[in-house]
């Protein structure tokens, strides 16, 4: 009886084994079967391959793929000037990608519209959260601290100085740019005017790059564009006054440029072709651009000097950009769950993820991703600029509305409908009802 009992034993677990053997290959079937495919919008951050945009994301993809053969990523690139009014229709239209790589200013927008998954406990899960600068953080969330973009990249915004320019006018070495004053700013704008180049310039067509606008005459008396908490726009302080005072100056004298027909992409164009104009200098740049007019400097002959921010005592205040993914609420889990692994692959995986950082051209937000440019004198000095990031203000609420206030302000400086000290008035006046709304 034992040895029956034993042979019916020995048969049982043979078969419970067979069965749950055959559970766990139906199981991991079904998991083979379950495709998911997802969207990817991307504006042009990435380096291109070969000159084509979205092969380097095509790329990206396949490297993805290696390891996630059953999600399937179709990318769309967009181009900044198109791109937002695209996502805005399709968001509208429930047309909307799974997946986008932008700026904090679109995305956290979107996701207080809401249009997007949450990523709050997204960044935790992943130690995002507690490996990187929680300014970062912050510059991905709203005002109530929901995270809204998971952060790839980030970079500070400055100047770029023509050296062939400064050569020709025999001033080359006369100015340390790394930590150049105000007083400094001028005089070589003066000397430089004298020598037959333009100055800066103070575009104000629309709100196309206007950060640079704003950094720039806030740092040249060491105002502030906003109070630390976010609550309050002030450039209407003495300070604030006396920058816009400064300006004016530049313009009526010639040692500024003022255009109320340009904006970033046009002063910045006609920086990288002197052939065209004699700018020696403009006042927003950044590594990532510099990656994307390389074709153009080439071209025209020209050697970039990268240069902070003039202000009073050499240590501006500076504007910065971070680059990142928002996922959006489609209502579909699995296509969620697909762009959260998505996310986190290109972001975080410590070979890929590093490469995507090094393919911005900028500095990685996770901290053990460590000096991914080591030796690089450049990328050192902009690495040391990170430490001068000001307060990340666009991302509070009506910033999109405020930013008409600011380059129509501008307009009217250049104008003289207004006077320095009525648009710093009207402008922190207008502005301060958008946090408002």
Not at 102 to 131: H, M
Not at 174 to 196: A, R
Request: hydrophobic fraction near 40%; proline fraction near 4%.
């Amino acid at each position: 009886m034992k040895k029956l009992f034993a042979v019916i034993m020995v048969a049982l677990l043979v078969l419970t084994g067979c069965s749950k053997k055959e559970e766990n290959t139906a199981v991991e079937t079904k998991t083979e079967d379950a495709k998911v495919e997802i969207t990817w919008w991307a504006y042009p951050t990435f380096a291109t391959v070969d000159g084509v945009a979205g092969k380097y994301e095509e790329s990206v993809i396949a490297k993805f793929n290696e390891k996630f053969p059953n999600i399937t990523v179709k990318v769309e690139m967009l181009d900044f000037k198109t791109g937002p009014e695209k996502t805005i229709t399709a968001l509208q239209g429930g047309t909307g990608p799974d997946v986008l790589f932008d700026a904090p200013g679109r995305i956290v927008d979107y996701g207080t519209s809401g249009y997007l998954v949450n990523l709050t406990d997204f960044v935790k899960e992943t130690g995002l959260a507690s490996d990187s600068d929680p300014l970062i953080i912050k510059a991905s969330s709203d005002k109530d601290g929901n995270v809204w973009m998971y952060p790839l990249s980030s970079a500070p915004f400055m100047m770029a100085v023509s050296k062939n320019a400064l050569e020709e006018a025999g001033l080359l070495g006369t100015v340390d740019f790394t930590k150049w004053t105000t007083e400094e700013f001028i005089d070589l704008s003066k000397k430089m005017q004298e020598k037959g180049y333009k100055g800066v310039q103070i575009y104000a067509l629309n709100q196309g790059g206007d950060q640079g606008t704003r950094a720039f005459i806030s740092n040249l008396t060491g105002a502030r564009i906003i109070n630390d908490d976010l609550t309050a726009y002030t450039m209407d302080t003495p300070e604030a006054i006396k920058a816009f005072e400064l300006v004016k100056q530049g313009m009526d004298e010639g040692w500024l440029e003022g255009s109320t027909s340009n904006n970033a992409g046009d002063a910045i164009t006609a920086f990288v072709n002197p052939q065209n104009s004699t700018f020696w200098a403009v006042n927003l740049w950044s590594l990532n651009l510099q990656k994307q007019k390389t074709p153009d400097l080439e071209a025209s002959g020209i050697e970039v000097i990268h240069a902070t921010l003039p202000s009073p005592d050499g240590k501006a205040n500076l504007e910065y950009l971070v680059n990142g993914f928002a996922i959006f609420d489609n209502k579909d889990e699995a296509k969620i769950a697909a762009a959260k692994e998505f996310v986190k692959f290109i972001s975080d995986d410590p070979v890929v993820g590093k490469e995507n950082v090094i393919a911005t051209n900028a500095f990685p937000v996770r901290n053990s991703f460590g000096d991914l440019y080591p030796g690089n004198e450049l990328m050192n000095f902009h690495k040391g600029l990170t430490a001068n990031y000001g307060v990340y203000y666009n991302t509070v609420p009506g910033f999109a509305n405020m930013r008409p206030f600011w380059f129509g302000s501008l307009q009217s400086l250049i104008t003289g409908e207004k006077t320095p000290e009525e648009v710093a008035k009207y402008f922190t006046s207008e502005a301060n009802k958008t946090l408002a709304e």
